[in-house]
């Protein structure tokens, strides 16, 4: 979706609930990529926060005050207007999390394992888990779960529904990923 402004780009990764149209209905969460190639003003968003992080670029400069670095999650309320201007005057491709701060929990972190093997023997690996929605961007490498190889760049929903679970997969080498985690809150 090319922005109003011509000054970037959002592709929608996922939204909460499943068949929300974006704008327009409304969403609990809303995953999405943008590449920003020029100064500009951020949509507001009142009663949703966001956490938004640099992945490819030098960064981003929000209000004049806060100097986004690559790969460092960034929370803020998302009717707090705000101006973002590139770091040398880099295109940035971002990750973008928007969600409904009264009735969803989210974090975002950077992960990483490594794969100790120097002959690039597939490695089976376990994370654990917590009940809610987890997306797993992969950053770099690649693994694969239940045959399905996942590469830099791809997105792994895994919806977990009761209190504790975790996921398998395997690896033939060192992967980085972003792990987004969602959850509704209990009102």
Known sequence: MLWGNGLGETEQI???????????????????SATVTGS????NFPEYDRILVVWKGRGLKLNDRVQM???????FPGE???????????????????FRRE??????TIESISNRSEDNILLSHVIPLA??????????GKFSIKNDDIHPGDTLLVEVNK???RLKFEI??????FHLFLQSVAI
Request: charged share 15%; aromatic share 12%; net charge negative.
């Open 69 to 75: 670095q690559p790969f460092k999650p960034y929370t």
């Open 40 to 43: 500009n003003e951020f949509s």
């Open 163 to 165: 209190e504790n679970d």
């Open 103 to 108: 009735l969803v929990h989210a974090s975002m």
């Open 172 to 177: 033939c080498e060192s992967i980085t990923f």
């Open 80 to 98: 707090i207007q705000t101006r973002c201007e590139l770091i040398g005057n880099e295109h940035v491709v971002d990750l973008g999390i928007i």
């Open 14 to 32: 996922h939204i909460y609930p499943t068949g929300s149209v974006f704008p327009g209905d409304s969403f609990l969460w809303r995953l999405s």
């Open 131 to 140: 009940k809610g929605h987890h997306y797993l961007v992969l950053i770099s």
